[in-house]
């Protein structure tokens, strides 16, 4: 290994999985990388809620204990500081960001369909293998996206989940210019990049969250309309006396409430689209939807869920993003601060991303 490229480095780790985990800052060994891959010094990574999952619910966490992980996060970006023998298209010096899923097949059926992060046999960054709270990391090159060089890396990580994630949701949900669209957790990490987005399309933006700072937010990145849930009686009814009696054309929930799902059929037209982004903290199958089917039936109402983005997704947003179109709103935390960080995003206390700092 090069004199350049230390033994150790900092990384965030989970300590007791579980409902009482915590994480601390620990040292841990510089990895290899194989034929196939880059090693990364990381710059920075987003906090994402889809973390504390992994680090909380005993069914999440049993995989992270299974793969022998201890640092989740699975949004960062880094510098190349070293490439494989097999590895031709990069060199050191090139900026890369590491996604969800850390490496796919690019042979399976999904894979081939275009739909690579639900590969058949994908390792999930964070999960599967260590994630993005560490300070080197491992990434296939053939799955490394590249980073422009207009983008600068506290708004380049978030986009490689959130971003991506809503960006999916929004294309598959086939809006068109004019059409309405609540997004349910407008103020979160998730929901700020997808108020940016759908005001590209040309969508007009109901924003559904809570308290002043996530208000200011949402109408600062152009929000047509803001619900305070906690302040109206009834969402439903004020989304259909903004909408002119006739509901939004897609409600895209990037909220993991529960009651965020029950309220979305309430407010989805006819004919509209009900679009599950946000996790709920439950392991799939465990918990009823919510949705009332008789509500589904007589408003031909479609419900459709997504998972983070493909490759191509991720290059789209970052485009956007080039051309001064996205941006992220964050805190910064440097690394010895990211237990802190962690802690302010388990108790919800976060208005658009948090983004932790390896070189401060």
């Avoid at 891959?37 to 990381?42: D, I, K, P």
């Avoid at 997704?313 to 802190?340: C, H, M, N, T, W």
Wanted: aromatic share 6%.
């Amino acid at each position: 290994m090069s004199s350049s490229i230390p033994a150790t480095c900092k990384a965030g780790c989970v300590v007791n999985p579980g409902p009482d985990f915590s994480v601390v800052i620990e040292e841990v060994a510089v990895p290899e990388p194989g034929p196939d891959e880059l090693l990364l010094r990381m710059s920075t990574t987003g906090l994402c809620h889809s973390d504390i999952s992994y680090m909380s619910t005993p069914f999440m966490s049993a995989k992270m204990i299974q793969a022998g992980v201890r640092s989740p996060g699975h949004e960062g970006v880094g510098v190349v500081v070293k490439v494989g023998s097999a590895v031709t298209d990069w060199k050191i010096g090139d900026r890369g960001g590491i996604k969800p899923v850390w490496r796919v097949c690019f042979q399976c059926e999904t894979c081939l369909a275009g739909f690579e992060m639900h590969c058949q046999n994908l390792i999930p960054t964070g999960l599967g293998v260590p994630g993005t709270y560490q300070g080197y990391l491992t990434s296939p090159a053939s799955y490394t996206q590249r980073i422009p060089d207009e983008v600068d890396d506290f708004t380049a990580a978030p986009l490689m989940c959130s971003g991506t994630t809503v960006y999916r949701s929004l294309y598959a949900a086939e809006l068109k210019a004019g059409d309405w669209v609540v997004i349910s957790g407008a103020g979160g990490g998730v929901g700020h990049f997808g108020i940016q987005l759908a005001k590209v399309m040309g969508l007009r933006v109901i924003a559904v969250d809570s308290g002043a700072a996530k208000k200011s937010l949402c109408e600062e990145l152009g929000s047509d309309s803001f619900i305070d849930f906690q302040d109206v009686e009834n969402v439903s009814e004020e989304v259909l006396k903004l909408t002119g009696g006739k509901s939004a054309h897609a409600i895209l929930v990037a909220s993991g409430s529960a009651q965020a799902y029950q309220t979305a059929i309430q407010m989805v037209r006819f004919g509209g689209k009900i679009m599950c982004i946000g996790h709920l903290k439950s392991p799939p199958g465990s918990l009823p939807s919510g949705l009332d089917p008789n509500l589904l039936i007589f408003k031909s109402a479609k419900v459709i869920g997504t998972m983070i983005g493909n490759m191509a997704d991720a290059q789209k947003v970052l485009e956007f993003a080039a051309q001064g179109q996205l941006r992220a709103v964050y805190e910064s935390f440097p690394i010895d601060q990211l237990p802190q960080a962690v802690a302010k995003l388990h108790a919800g206390e976060v208005a658009g991303r948090l983004v932790v700092d390896f070189n401060a």
